[in-house]
């Protein structure tokens, strides 16, 4: 195991810059996700980390080793891909074995790690068989066996569950986070997916357009966003903006007044955005009025998507709601679950 660190990186491809001056430090068995949108550059530093990209600026350290000029076979880091990357033609004993195979290894030490490896993933039965012949989840298992028989210092896992069906990536994720804390090996994790991000990360790097926004603890994130592009981003359903302004002790929208726990000083008359998330608002008889426009019951839940003038507006509530499309319900927002953010730049202001 070992600590990585990330050092003003930058990436360029000719004159285009897509990675602008990136620095994380990842402790010693720390599992870190990086999230962000498509083309927000995380699974281009993930490369860069592997040695699969070079690096146009700064360093990238694991283990206090600068590997910027160490080719991937030497970074003692193993990376399992969205695609799996098995060899259809060898076994899953062959496939899991290859690399120990390039390195050398005695067939009793190769025979050795594959079977701890297979009866960590529970691939013992299947160690025979072709790639063709297993599921997208018995296939990813092979790929993360592949990558435990190497023992790394680093694992990577570039977007490794995209591939799977919604139940198939729930169970995956459980085991991929079980995984880490049976091994604790550091590990650098790249999704779009912010429920696989929350659920498995001890800490979130949240980037956009090759810059970061936020790094943090999954639940840090979550009750203070430093930004809007943030509380948008983590939490599902997406947190609700409103438009408005600061009125004394409380935020206003249209003739409604929304409650504010701590409004920041001499900011009476500013114009800012109100955030809520879909689950802290409640049904109220005095709360802001919304048009409900679509009801969808999970069972647990139930999810409202409505509007209040032209605004969207997503609640989640525990109990059941009966309202029908057209007609209004009132809701109210918890005073301490809301947040404040400048109208221009999008930075929190509470």
Known sequence: MADVAISNVKKSYGTVATIHGVSIDIADGEF???VGPSGCGKSTLLRMIAGLENITAGEVSIGGRIVNDLPPKDRDIAMVFQNYALYPHMTVAENMAFSLKLAGATKEEIARKVREAAGILDLGKLLDRHPR???????QRVAMGRAIVRDPEVFLFDEPLSNLDAKLRVQMRTEIKSLHQRLTTT???????????????DKIVVMRDGLIEQIGAPLDLY???ANQFVAGFIGSPAMNIIE????????AFGEDMLPIADAPAASDGVPARYGIRPEHLHLSEDGMPIEVLV??????ETFVFAKAGDVPITCVFRERVTARPGE?????????RAHLFDAVSGMRIN
Do not use: C, K, N, W
């Open 133 to 139: 012949q297993l599921s997208g989840g018995q296939r």
């Open 223 to 225: 009750d203070r966003p």
């Open 295 to 300: 009801v969808e019951p999970t069972g647990s």
């Open 32 to 34: 870190v996700v990086l």
């Open 244 to 251: 408005g302004r600061i009125e004394g002790a409380g935020f």
């Open 187 to 201: 590990t650098i994790y790249v999704t779009h997916d912010q429920i696989e991000a929350m659920t498995m990360a």
């Open 328 to 336: 209004f319900i009132h809701v109210s927002p918890e005073p301490g």
